[in-house]
């Protein structure tokens, strides 16, 4: 088993204490009005957050933005050699309102989608470029797929994305992960992804805590997927103690091995572009909340060091192991 990092694979034994959600370079978009709060785009202000992180224990963080979204794999490679952080990073497609209209992801078929998807995989993420999107391809390979429906649930265009990403990880064993809207659609995205041949263990459902609902919750854990809690400190959806209350309640139905936590980062949020909450938060703040609140610290350990270990992992070499050093 191995995990991908943008430095090259790891064991997941190596990785240490992660969110799993998270986003530390996001740039402009040509042709998307992206708002101000979604624009993280200071290499300086972005390796200044990851320092702080680091140096309050953490240790490994999944970057969240997919292919053509604004993604810099060369920063994210430049963060983690100046730092020591491990970084995923995520090829695949965020929801449509990340793309132009005339983007390539539109009119491309299945077999398209996952042929990019692999190549990110095996040799090297591509650079963005409005024009070309495929103009130049780095050696710097993504360790996750990520997917995503919007409001409107698994649409034609959804559906293929989907499609995609599952032979993708047939091909790769490369982890899954999709973003929820409000934390709805996880159970249909589950249910397509696990017709379609992925393992619910290589499944990471995103954003299931924006709105809490503990059924909607329980059944996709029972499904075996892994459900990634990242609205901490987002005093917009609702509170840390409710968040509290959420993790608590699956703890107690046993689900404590089915849970990954991060911020899902917005620049308003991070303390190195101005904001006060920061990527220590969890760390620092929410773990003891946490504690105080009745979940023995094992469970906490697990959020953050063994089920990311485990949730990360590819489930097989595919075509693209790590190759021997000589």
Avoid at 149 to 155: A, Y
Avoid at 247 to 259: L, N
Avoid at 271 to 297: Q, R, S, W
Wanted: proline share 3%; charged share 25%.
């Amino acid at each position: 088993m191995f995990i991908r990092t943008v430095t090259g694979d790891i064991g997941p034994e190596e990785l240490g204490f992660t969110h799993c959600h998270e986003h530390l370079f996001t740039g402009r978009i040509e042709g998307v009005g992206l708002e101000k709060r979604l624009l993280i785009d200071s290499f300086r202000r972005s390796r200044g957050e990851a320092r702080t992180f680091c140096r309050y224990g953490g240790r490994g963080i999944v970057d969240a933005q997919p292919f053509g979204a604004g993604r810099n794999a060369a920063c994210l490679r430049k963060i983690s050699e100046q730092t020591g952080l491990y970084i995923v990073a995520s090829t695949g497609f965020h929801k449509s309102f990340f793309y132009p209209r005339d983007s390539w992801v539109k009119t491309a078929g299945v077999d398209e989608i996952t042929d990019l998807c692999v190549s990110e995989i095996c040799e090297g993420m591509y650079e963005y470029d409005a024009v070309d999107p495929f103009k130049v391809q780095s050696s710097i390979r993504a360790g996750i797929i990520k997917i995503a429906t919007g409001e409107e649930g698994l649409t034609a265009l959804y559906e293929k994305i989907f499609r995609a990403a599952a032979k993708a990880h047939e091909i790769t064993g490369a982890p899954v992960m999709t973003h929820t809207e409000l934390s709805r659609f996880g159970y249909e995205q589950t249910v397509f992804l696990t017709n379609a041949g992925v393992r619910p263990e290589h499944i990471i459902v995103s954003h299931m805590d924006r709105v809490i609902d503990v059924d909607s919750n329980s059944r996709l854990a029972e499904m075996g997927v892994y459900l990634e809690y990242d609205t901490i400190a987002r005093y917009k959806y609702h509170s840390d103690e409710d968040e509290l209350s959420l993790i608590g309640e699956m703890v107690k139905q046993g689900f404590g091995d089915r849970i990954l936590l991060g911020m899902d980062t917005t620049r308003e949020r991070m303390k190195a572009y101005g904001g006060n909450i920061g990527l220590d938060y969890i760390i620092t703040t929410f773990l003891p909340m946490l504690t105080n609140a009745g979940v023995e610290g094992r469970y906490a350990k697990g959020f953050m060091i063994g089920n990311p270990g485990r949730a990360l992992s590819f489930a097989h070499e595919g075509i693209c192991s790590e190759p021997e050093k000589s």
